[in-house]
């Protein structure tokens, strides 16, 4: 099976957002360091401290929305059997995860200097979201060719 490059973009951001899903629901198992870590909203943090279930329903939420991603991509291109409102779907998450990326820009200076972390993230989400831009682009073409 050959992919255009296009199409191994959003593989490539697919990838992407199921090894944040994994990561994100491993921070429920290793514990509360893990959501501080990963700059968790204060309330999450809490409640893992606490044992509430906030934190590992959210992070469930959370986790099953990237590996919906990864679903709307992998179908996109072919790896898996197609699923409806693939066209809206890789649109949407490509404003999103453009959004978190260009959103997180301003938090890179902190009081305490650089912010690694905001700028890792949001370099990360920023390419999830020019994969899904691209892979929408791909869809979108290949839709209206077979019409």
Not at 19 to 42: D, E, T
Not at 63 to 89: D, E, H, N, Q, Y
Request: charged share 5%; aromatic share 10%; net charge positive.
């Amino acid at each position: 099976m050959s992919f255009s490059v296009k199409s191994k973009l959003l593989i490539s951001g697919g990838v992407i957002a199921s090894a944040a899903a994994i990561w994100h629901l491993l921070c429920i198992w290793v514990g509360p360091s893990w959501f501080a870590f990963a700059r968790a909203p204060k309330q999450i943090i809490d409640s893992a401290q606490q044992g509430t279930l906030l934190a590992p329903v959210g992070t469930v939420i959370v986790a099953g929305l990237m590996f919906a991603c990864t679903v709307f991509a992998f179908s996109a291109v072919g790896l898996i059997r197609k699923v409806p409102l693939v066209k809206p779907a890789l649109i949407t998450i490509a404003l999103l995860c453009a959004l978190r990326g260009l959103i997180g820009i301003p938090t890179f200076v902190t009081s305490a200097g650089l912010d690694i972390w905001q700028i890792v993230a949001s370099t990360v989400w920023l390419y999830v979201g020019v994969c899904f831009i691209a892979g929408s682009i791909e869809h979108g073409t290949a839709v209206n060719s077979s019409t």
